[in-house]
């Protein structure tokens, strides 16, 4: 018995070092009208680089947030805008690269644009690829305008197995980018350093993880971290027509349940015991295409593992295991 269980445990092991090296294509790019629901985690550590690696942030806890991309507007440049807690960064995505033109808040007071571009990534891109790119800009704070220079450097350190609340990823790539740039105006400046590690896999337009690392001025000044929370945002029409899951999992009283659909149709979401019997049906009603999710109050559920079913009209049924 030992015997079989070493040996399980070897090829278990084995299993991540044999994985495919993934590439990552345009195919991340994410896209005008997208919409990413995130959350923030306690959880910052990036863990080791190298190949078959697995990283495990399936305990990360945290609070949600929303990441949006539209149309650029009267924005001359870039493909699309990034907005985030307020923030507007302008892109440029494109099948060749990813690249940041400027920064804006939503009342003007602070701008930063870029005169010489910052490249964030060059497709295709697999592990070992690395880039550097030196970029200049103007940055204003409420009408004050100082010089920004700066370096980034960005390595694809790693691939393997990555686990998050949302679930398990296979082949994802690590992309690790060093941000360090100065602010000037005259005699006065000030400097940060910013360490970012982000996981993506080829199929989903977001990254699934990142961690990041702010120093200013020499000062370690702002850790952070945050999760792709629901699969069916942002990722390919094939992945996202099978996409159902419940987060937390396991749950103690509150699950966010997400899904997404090709076209309006009624959907049945309902609980299954171990035995079979159906213990609670969560919705029964029409929902609109695209991507969707519910909040749903399991605290009167007793512990044990349970099997959430999915129907929607001329669809296969799609189930995930939940444990309370």
């Not at 940041?100 to 070992?128: C, Q």
């Not at 740039?181 to 000030?190: D, I, K, L, P, T």
């Not at 350093?193 to 702002?222: A, P, S, V």
């Not at 029409?237 to 396991?250: D, L």
């Amino acid at each position: 018995m030992i015997q079989k269980l070493l040996i399980t445990a070897g090829l278990l092991l084995s299993s991540h070092v044999l994985l495919a090296q993934p590439v990552l294509t345009s195919a991340i790019n994410p896209q005008a009208g997208d919409s990413f629901n995130f959350y923030s985690s306690n959880m910052k550590d990036p863990g080791n680089p190298g190949p078959g690696q697995l990283w495990d942030f399936s305990a990360a806890t945290g609070s949600p947030f929303i990441v949006k991309y539209r149309d650029c507007g009267t924005h001359p440049n870039p493909d699309c805008i990034y907005n985030f807690s307020g923030n507007t960064y302008f892109m440029n995505d494109t099948v060749q690269a990813f690249v940041h033109y400027g920064t804006s808040v939503p009342s003007g007071s602070i701008y930063l644009e870029l005169e010489d571009l910052k490249v964030f990534m060059k497709f295709p891109f697999t592990y070992t690829d690395s880039l550097l790119d030196y970029y200049y800009g103007v940055y204003s704070v409420t009408g004050m305008e100082r010089d920004q220079n700066g370096v980034v450097r960005v390595s694809a350190d790693g691939f393997g197995t990555l686990l998050t609340p949302a679930g398990t990823f296979e082949n994802v790539l690590r992309v690790k980018e060093i941000n360090e740039y100065v602010n000037a105006a005259g005699s006065w400046s000030e400097s940060y350093y910013e360490e970012i590690y982000r996981w993506y896999r080829n199929d989903y337009r977001q990254n699934l993880y990142t961690t990041k690392l702010t120093i200013h001025n020499g000062t370690d000044t702002f850790r952070s971290a945050s999760w792709l929370h629901t699969s069916g945002l942002g990722i390919s029409s094939e992945t996202a027509k099978n996409t159902f899951q419940c987060v937390p999992n396991p749950v103690k009283d509150i699950g966010n349940i997400s899904f997404y659909l090709s076209a309006k149709k009624e959907v049945a979401i309902y609980l299954v015991d171990m035995t079979g019997r159906t213990c609670a049906i969560l919705t029964n009603q029409e929902f609109e295409s695209g991507n969707q999710s519910i909040s749903c109050n399991l605290n009167n559920l007793s512990p044990g593992l349970y099997t959430l079913v999915f129907k929607a009209y001329g669809e296969a049924p799609r189930i995930q295991k939940l444990v309370k």
